[in-house]
């Protein structure tokens, strides 16, 4: 059974940093690529960024571009969100998720949540 | 364009059929997804590829798409089936994804 469990959210400071982890099992990790989702109170779903099996490609929506790192241990099972320079439009249940052939998302974590504020 | 547009909320009542709809440019040259999600969950795929249906969910969800359109029909609504539904797909660069803004579906 695929399973995908995000941990690491929580209060965070403005300019503040948090790394969301995403353990994943029941599938071969290393051959698929992998994406962050977040999701803000009340409001719909936006992607944040993906990566390739072999962390050679990595993209970013722009709102998260140059503050976020999207990485990988595929040793591990694991994927890694790294937030830097927080911003309270950040607060948002974070989810990772599994890409199938063509960028299509056919699992997803429960979610953390970032909560930006002082 | 990269934005996909859905209506904000749908009715149908109770057995009756109702298509969601998600239109953008991007939809022509890619495959839609629909994303079902109820409060306090986390989204579950109801259609890859636009028209594919992964295994566990009912076959009353279908999908479709004509030009710049895709659609979610759901054949005979079920009061379990009320919840948001997003539609997603791939921006212009084909690298990154879109959602669209998301349908909630009261079942009546």
């Known amino acids: 059974e695929v399973q995908l469990v995000e941990s690491g959210g929580g209060l965070v400071q403005p300019g503040g940093s948090v790394r969301l982890s995403c353990a994943a099992s029941?599938?071969?990790?290393?051959?698929?690529?992998m994406s962050w989702v977040r999701q803000a109170p009340g409001k719909g779903l936006e992607w944040v960024a993906n990566i390739d099996p072999e962390e050679r490609e990595e993209y970013y929506v722009d709102s998260v571009e140059d503050r976020f790192t999207i990485s990988r241990d595929n040793a591990k099972n694991s994927l890694y969100l790294q937030m830097n320079s927080l911003r309270a439009e950040d607060t948002a249940v974070y989810f990772c998720a599994r890409l199938r052939g063509g960028f299509d998302i056919d699992y997803w974590g429960q979610g953390t949540l970032v909560a930006v504020s002082s | 364009s990269s934005e996909l547009t859905q209506d904000p909320a749908v009715s149908v009542a109770l057995g009756q059929i109702v298509r969601i709809t998600c239109q953008g440019d991007?939809?022509?040259?890619?495959?839609a997804s629909w994303h079902q999600q109820k409060p306090g969950q986390a989204p579950l795929v109801v259609i890859y590829?636009?028209?594919h249906r992964p295994s566990g969910i009912p076959d009353r969800f279908s999908g479709s798409s004509s030009g710049d359109t895709a659609s979610l029909t759901i054949t005979g609504a079920q009061a379990e089936d009320e919840a948001a539904y997003f539609c997603?797909?791939?921006?212009?660069?084909?690298?990154?994804?879109?959602f669209g803004g998301g349908t909630h579906l009261t079942v009546l």
């Open positions: 991007s939809l022509r040259y890619y495959y």
């Open positions: 997603k797909s791939r921006d212009s660069s084909g690298n990154h994804l879109v």
């Open positions: 590829d636009t028209t």
């Open positions: 029941g599938f071969n990790y290393s051959n698929y690529w």
